[in-house]
């Protein structure tokens, strides 16, 4: 690479090439500056941003004459022609809208957002001043379309068009051409290891399927975010946010943010920047107690398992432990557990860092950049259990190198779990470490059969029992309940541990290749990708007991795209695109995309897209292999299937009437080969009926695929501006989870010993990943509307619906998390310029209630509304903007998910410096 490296460079110093300089300065149409507008030459994506004062400087190798285009959110484009090599051009932008903003996802290529072929939404500099958030990830859920779940203070999950979970597979996130999902997970942490505020660029998202141009994991949608090029800016930018979050769970905690960018351009050859993010706060504080659904249970009953209590998951029939005790009651009992707070701190912190080096060998367009970046964070994530991530790490690298019509890119992503760890299994250890639990239960049936020999009542039995089997519990706070919780949170064994052990990772590489520079007749691109895995968990997540396991997918595509001159100033755009995709574990797919954008007057413009894409199986859908106490969950890769093999007890009803061993060993693959669903044994547990009893042996699991329609307009009717969509979804294959359980002796649908299996309790119950047999459909629409109001007011609002087909009761063993309100109200309403320098923002949003499905836990989400809002004021002879602000200001707390904790209000202030 260093003799690469130098050969460019001498090459550089032997060749001259010709360079056209511009300069300028860009303003609104009353002169003042306007920072961070975007000159680009017209045609490709060369192009350079105002700095604070509404100055740019262009360089380009281009020779005169050529088109220069100017553009700045809410301001209309303005084009002008440059003639000379070295030209002063000025533009002065009249006030517009967001459709004349530039957009690059929707066609990898630059293009208005008024042209797009399909919905998209952006999230510019403009936004992030004026977000009413309290930073600019958080001011994506103001968007139109857009879903955030949160999971916890720090991780937030965004989502598009449905099917939402923390762990959103679905959904892709880039960062500079770079996915930034984790390796160990397979979805992104939210902006947790993310960008950092001074250095975004732009925020882009694509909702809905886009798998013909950027593959099998963008199903629901994408979330691009670009960061600012080093030889576009340049100096010391900055900010400092301080604050308080209020909750009533847990209280008033002080809250910091703070990021630092520095930037300089040693040449017209050399550029280089660093950024650095530190946020720390304390998350919400989980305390929701309602025993689990359908259970009607309270912390007094004697089989109580509660959302946000630890180790009682662990529970028996005491009857059937008994031995078949007469005095014994045929009742289920589980053990006390432990409040989730005394099982974390609840810090939320986050410490990230990125740098790149960019290289110009000729001046020009032709770049070979190296990012790094590095992050490490402490948040709480909800999956089947609740886990709390504690100096989680992930990295990565990047080398590329690009023009205008290129790009080549390879990466490598790695993560480390650090010291994070099963709050569930935390609780059901400690319990374990000081009582075993047939220690525990020996106790408290013994105390049961005494005390009501002693002419006890049921309840003062239970209550006697319970006391008993409860002397000698580990006290949170004591020393030796801190001696447990230390010595179990660093056992990665599950049987006696909880902690996590990974250090996976992903190599990726991509390219692509614009040929429209070449010839004039249609616009083509073609490009690939190629991805290959390494899962390495040391057996605490996947079955990787003897190694990493490798393997790899990779996908090609072409994209073609006319535009057509209809005269009377209508123009007709079309677009065709396909891609080829292929895992190794399955056939190649592929994803064509077809779209139509009709333009009227320069004001309306109507789309329709029609397309198809696919996902493939993630990492944990066929390799996990992990106990979460609730359910084994053990992924469906054919190798997978006997790689997870556990030993379990047989009852003494198993052993004395059926001849069964005290132990039994039972390979995951009985979830696929040997099960019941679960709901049938539910149904067979009250009516005693084997005949209720249905098998269930899940498929193994196959891509899932996707057919999309989509139906938009954009105007603009007189000053009011119009963004609306529809679509339909059409899902074959749908992946999800099904819970089956699995008898430890029998074969399912003998009518005989594996019945009397499930009768004894002698079965595991398992999580298979597995596709629907029903038929999954989705559809929606949402309008977005903004204007001008009583002058230079800005309002806007949006409306979303959003719903699911799909007989629940018919396959009532089939999980499809849809997991979004079908209704959804946004309006922001504020004003940039309230007077000189002074400005505020107001964002309110409303969701519907919906159900929340997942391995966690189900439930309703009640409707729930909520007010953003900040004031500002910016000092230009400080280069400064000083903000304050509050998030959830009204004060109602809510939550949109069963299981994580409520959201409770925040309040800051900040300032930010040099940042445009």
Known sequence: MKTILKIMMLLSVALTYSQTTVTGKVTDASGQPLPGANVIVVGTSTGTISDFDGNYTLNTPQTPPF??????????????????????????????????????????????VFESPVTVERFGLKEIKNTASAGFYDGLENLKGVDVNTNSLTFKSINTRGFATFANTRFMQLVDGMDNSTPALNFPI????????????SVEILPGAASALYGANAFNGILFMRSKNPFDFQGISGYHKQGITSQDAGGDNTYRDSGLR???????????????GWLKGTD????????????????????????????????????????????????????????????TNYNAESVKADWGLYFRPWANDFEIQYVGKVGSGSTIYQGTNRYALNGFTQQQHKIEIKNDNFFVRGYVVADKAGDSYDMVFTGININRAWKPDQQWFGQYIQTYAGATLSGATDAQAHAAARAVAETGRLEPGTPGFQSAFDRITNDPDFTSGSK?????????????????????????????????????????????????????????????????????????????????????????????????????????????????????????????????????????????????????????????????????????????????????????????????????????????????????YRGKLNTV??????????????????????????????????????????????QTYTNSEADVNSYGGSIGLSTKVFGNFDLGGSYTYTKQDFDQAAFPDFRTSFNTPTHKAKINFGNTDLFKNFGFN???????????????????????????????????????????????????????????????????????INNL
């Open 67 to 112: 088109s220069l285009q100017a553009s700045s959110v809410g301001f209309e484009t303005s084009t002008k022609e440059v003639t000379s090599t070295n030209q002063t051009i000025d533009f002065k932008l009249s006030e517009g809208t967001s459709l004349d903003e530039v957009v690059i996802s929707a066609s990898r290529t630059p293009e208005r």
């Open 190 to 201: 939210g902006n947790l290891v993310g960008m950092n505020e001074t250095d975004v660029m």
């Open 262 to 276: 520095m930037a300089y351009k040693f040449s017209d050859y050399f550029a280089a920047k660093v950024n650095f």
């Open 284 to 343: 919400w504080v989980a305390d929701n107690y309602q025993g689990k659904p359908g259970t009607g249970d309270t912390r007094a009953s004697i089989n109580y398992d509660g959302y946000n209590i630890y180790g009682d998951e662990v529970a028996t029939n005491i009857r059937a432990a008994s031995g078949g005790l007469g005095i014994i009651p045929d009742v289920v009992v589980s053990r006390t557990g432990y409040e989730e707070r005394d099982l």
């Open 500 to 712: 996590f052990q990974d250090a996976s990772k992903y190599y990726h590489a991509d390219a692509n290749y614009n040929f429209s520079h070449l010839w004039d007749v249609v616009d083509v691109q073609v490009g690939g990708s190629y991805r290959q895995y390494s899962l390495n968990s040391s057996g605490t997540i996947y079955t990787d007991y003897d190694g990493p396991i490798d393997y790899s997918e990779y996908g090609v595509y072409t994209q073609l795209q006319k535009e057509f001159d209809l005269g009377a100033e209508m123009k007709l755009k079309l677009t065709g695109s396909a891609r080829y995709d292929k895992s190794e574990f399955f056939d190649g797919f592929v994803s064509p995309r077809i779209s139509a954008g009709f333009t009227v007057n320069e004001n309306h413009n109507i789309r329709a897209s029609v397309q198809t894409g696919f996902r493939n199986p993630t990492t944990q859908d066929l390799f996990i292999g992990l106990d979460a106490g609730r359910a084994i969950l053990v992924g469906s890769a054919p190798a997978n299937l006997d790689r997870y093999v556990r030993n379990y007890p047989v009852s003494a009803a198993g052993q004395l009437g059926f001849g069964q061993p005290a132990q039994i060993s039972q390979a995951g693959g009985s979830a696929y080969t040997n099960s019941y669903l679960a709901s049938s044994v539910q149904a067979f547990a009250q009516s005693e009926n084997p005949a209720d009893l249905v098998i269930g042996n899940s498929a193994l699991v196959t891509p899932e695929k996707i057919t999309s329609a989509e139906v938009g």
């Open 721 to 766: 501006v119009i963004d609306m969509s529809v679509y339909y979804n059409k899902y074959k294959d749908f992946i999800s989870g099904e819970v089956v359980l699995a008898p430890l002796y029998g074969t399912v649908g003998d009518n005989g010993l594996s019945v009397a299996a499930i009768a004894n309790g002698d079965f595991k119950t398992y």
């Open 842 to 912: 107001a964002a309110w949003r409303w969701n519907d209630n919906y159900f929340w499905q997942a391995t966690f836990g189900d439930g309703n989400i009640p409707a729930y509304h909520t007010l953003d809002a900040q004031i500002n004021y910016t000092v230009p002879s400080l280069k400064s903007i000083f903000k304050a602000g509050a998030t959830n200001l009204l004060g109602e707390e809510y939550f949109t998910a069963i299981g994580t904790g409520s959201i409770g209000s925040m309040y800051y202030v900040s300032w930010t």
